[in-house]
């Protein structure tokens, strides 16, 4: 191809990928905090047990929550803008990374950015989780790089699940596995340290299970990499039928399998089985989650399906040029709706800042606080309060009825006590401030810095230094 028409492509491409990216965080250009179900990022979060995955429930925002506390300690920009600057560059570098897996470009990068798990997590709010679904075709072109290989993989780790899917994609493409695992081992120190020394909460993973969509039943659904647990985060489309296309999406993919390499191929059935499996083995995933330790990520089993991108976009970069713009078609119909339901993800304010000025640091417990909270729109949030301040929290999570999640056992004997005005007892828990309606008690409580916050402060510093471990054993080497 003459310079000039490959630059002109090249143009052309990038252009093509600042538009999906921007068909789907659009909203996220508006000022304010970013607060739409599960994603409560505000400006000025605490550092605090809790974020540093040793609070009241289990450790599902670490490293997240610690590491977006400590950049907001210099207070140089918000933290909600940090978040917008990370999702934009994971976009753009999942972008390159798809490029580079065939001559399909238009094809692999439409499939890797715009797609019914990545839309359907935003609208969860679980913008981390797509941050490292992103990030995954960026990990496979890296492969034969082991040291930018492992940085793509630490960057996807920021939420435990992302560290697990980018881990196993990593570690199996990997040209040097022993040292990719054990820095992916590392990078999961941050959550799993906390799982180990908890008792395992979760349940409910009947709930989180991956749900049919119109038209195609569950197993076209998982084809399609559809499929959330909450219906209220689906758009409008894949309910009218439109999903149907992601099943054809599927059947053209296949035209391109011989691009993939084996181990993807793998991969991504172990991912689309998997997550069926959860799906039509209820009682046994129900007893994994309960029974084993960090078992409770995958609970909502449509997270499995992280596994399968990896193989789509490599399927989808190596098609023949009719099938390749069928396919871009095929990836746009299947959520025609996505840029107008992401509408959503318009940023607000979680009022926050009274409230951490009053805690000063110390434990917080607000009679009455519900775990979500309602928007202006009815939406519900994660609490921003539990985020702003060290918050007593309850973590009762219902879905349909359905207690998922019981509260927490610390919130449970702290309302007790409160209704005692046993303040002696209060003190014990670490609460130091007692909201209840108008009354505000101070119990005498101090922060709480004892050894677990300590370890949790250590372990996510230590995560954010991991990457410069691999300048260490360069040096080491030569």
């Given amino acids: 191809m003459p310079p000039t028409r490959k630059t002109a492509r090249q143009i052309l491409l990038w252009a093509w990928v600042s538009l999906l990216l921007g068909s789907l965080l659009w909203p996220l250009a508006a000022p304010g905090e970013l607060l739409l179900r599960d994603m409560a990022v505000v400006d000025d979060p605490a550092l605090t047990l809790g974020a540093l995955g040793f609070g009241d429930l289990p450790s599902r925002n670490a490293p997240q929550d610690g590491v977006l506390a400590l950049l907001a300690l210099p207070g140089l920009i918000p933290v909600s803008w940090v978040v917008r600057v990370l999702l934009v560059a994971a976009g753009l570098a999942g972008a390159w990374g798809a490029m580079q897996l065939g001559r399909a470009q238009f094809a692999a990068v439409t499939v890797a950015l715009y797609n019914p798990f990545v839309v359907e997590r935003l609208l969860q709010g679980h913008w981390s989780l797509v941050l490292a679904a992103w990030l995954l075709p960026l990990v496979v072109a890296l492969r034969a790089h082991p040291r930018a290989q492992i940085v793509a993989m630490w960057a996807a780790s920021l939420t435990p699940t992302g560290a697990v899917a980018a881990a196993v994609v990593a570690v199996a493409t990997s040209r040097r596995r022993i040292l990719t695992a054990v820095f992916a081992l590392l990078a999961w120190l941050p959550w799993l340290v906390p799982a180990l020394l908890s008792t395992p909460t979760s349940g409910g993973a009947q709930a989180f299970a991956v749900r049919a969509e119109a038209g195609v039943g569950t197993i076209g659904t998982v084809l399609g990499l559809g499929g959330i647990w ?35 191929l793998g991969l991504g059935a172990i991912g689309l089985a998997a997550c069926l499996a959860t799906w039509a083995l209820p009682g046994f995933t129900s007893w994994l989650v309960v029974h084993v330790p960090g078992a409770g990520l995958f609970r909502d089993s449509q997270k499995l399906l992280m596994l399968a991108i990896p193989a789509y976009v490599s399927m989808a970069a190596g098609l023949n040029r009719p099938l390749q713009w069928a396919a871009v078609v095929l990836a746009l119909l299947q959520i025609p709706d996505a840029p107008r339901e992401v509408q959503v993800l318009r940023p607000s304010s979680g009022n926050t800042a009274g409230l951490a000025e009053l805690a000063a640091g110390r434990d917080v417990l607000i009679i009455g606080a519900p775990t979500l909270v309602l928007r202006d729109d009815g939406l519900p949030v994660v609490d921003p309060r539990a985020k702003a301040v060290s918050l007593v929290e309850s973590g009762e999570l219902r879905v349909d009825g359905i207690i998922t999640d019981p509260p927490s056992p610390r919130w449970t004997a702290a309302v007790d006590a409160w209704s005692h005005h046993d303040l002696d007892r209060l003190r014990e828990l670490g609460v130091g401030v007692v909201i209840d309606g108008d009354n505000v008690v101070e119990t005498g409580a101090g922060p709480q810095r004892g050894w677990r916050f300590h370890l949790g402060l250590g372990l996510t510093v230590f995560w954010l230094l991991l990457p410069f471990g691999l300048v260490f054993i360069r040096r080491r080497q030569r």
């Fill in 230 to 264: 909450n219906a209220g985060a689906v758009p409008a489309s894949r309910e009218t039928g439109f999903a149907v296309a992601g099943v054809v999406l599927f059947v053209v993919l296949l035209a391109g399998v011989r691009n993939c390499p084996p181990v993807l």
